[in-house]
């Protein structure tokens, strides 16, 4: 008898499922989202999914294909233009965070919010700004013939803007607001009862910063440092404009390279394995920059 009874009920709830299923596509948020979705899918899943079958396509032994890891075997041969990249990052990105966590905290101090306001708006354009322009305006002013370079005497201690140590200079240009736009939120969130709830109890300036202060701002610092890295290893078009391929190797412009050489050669395949590391750099990333910024924003709400 049970039986029966959802056996008649079942084909009344197919289409009540049904038109459940198409109120929802029909709703206005997903009507919302759906042009970003197809610009993701287009732009960003596609061709992804698309270099990780390149990479990890090789030849097989019966003139076929399969699935092996050759590609990335093969990336010994790019060992210097890896590390080359990591010391350019890591350098790049603590020189950018100290000068950042600084202006940022001097910034927090003065506590005006309009001031905050164009701090964020300014850092925010000057974050996503780079490219061939960025290049070109420090070749103008510390190239060798740059209009600073021989009023600051660069030239009698070494420095070179064609060389590891002027991409570190020039990466400066948008890792230090970078910086700035993560870090401003979390000093300006310290409350003042917490610093004067120290002082009422016999706490110094130390104290605050050592039990409350930097307890709460060292994901933010860490996430910030974290981001900076992963941003000045991505770069790719200023580097190019700056030093060219094959002057000072660097990931991306490995990859550039490779590409150029075509998939005769196989520099198709080790291009993708070389995004593909890329990828996986940048999905850690954020990654670790999303957990460091939610810890970070739990002691401040």
């Known amino acids: 008898m049970n039986r029966t009874a959802a056996s008649a009920a079942a084909p009344a709830s197919t289409p009540t499922r049904g038109r459940r299923a198409g109120g929802a596509l029909s709703s206005p948020a997903v009507l919302a989202l759906a042009p970003m979705t197809l610009v993701l899918l287009a732009f960003f899943i596609v061709p992804i999914l698309g270099m990780g079958m390149v990479a990890f396509t090789v030849d097989a032994p019966d003139g076929g294909t399969a699935l092996g890891l050759d590609h990335f075997l093969g990336l010994t041969d790019h060992s210097r233009a890896i590390g080359n990249s990591v010391k350019v990052s890591l350098v790049g990105a603590a020189i950018g965070a100290l000068i950042g966590t600084i202006t940022s905290f001097c910034i927090a101090q003065i506590r ?164 593909v590391t890329m990828v996986v750099i940048a999905i850690v990333v954020l990654f670790l920059f999303t957990r460091l910024q939610r810890r970070s924003a739990r002691w401040l709400q």
């Open 112 to 275: 005006s919010r309009r001031l905050d306001s164009v701090v964020a708006v300014l850092s925010s354009v000057l974050a996503n700004d780079g490219g061939a322009p960025l290049a070109f305006s420090f070749i103008v002013t510390l190239g060798n013939t740059g209009l600073l370079f021989g009023l600051l005497g660069l030239d009698a201690i070494g420095f070179s803007l064609y060389s590891w140590q002027g991409l570190v200079v020039m990466y400066q240009y948008f890792l230090i607001p970078t910086m700035i736009m993560v870090t401003l939120p979390t000093f300006v969130g310290l409350r003042r009862e917490w610093q004067e709830a120290n002082t009422a109890l016999g706490g110094s300036p130390w104290t605050f910063w050592r039990r409350v202060g930097l307890p709460v701002a060292t994901p933010a610092l860490l996430g910030g440092w974290i981001l900076l890295f992963g941003s000045a290893y991505a770069t790719h078009a200023s580097a190019a404009v700056l030093i060219g391929t094959g002057v000072y190797p660097l990931v991306p412009l490995s990859i550039a390279s490779e590409l150029r050489s075509g998939a005769s050669g196989g520099g198709e395949a080790t291009a993708m394995a070389l995004g």
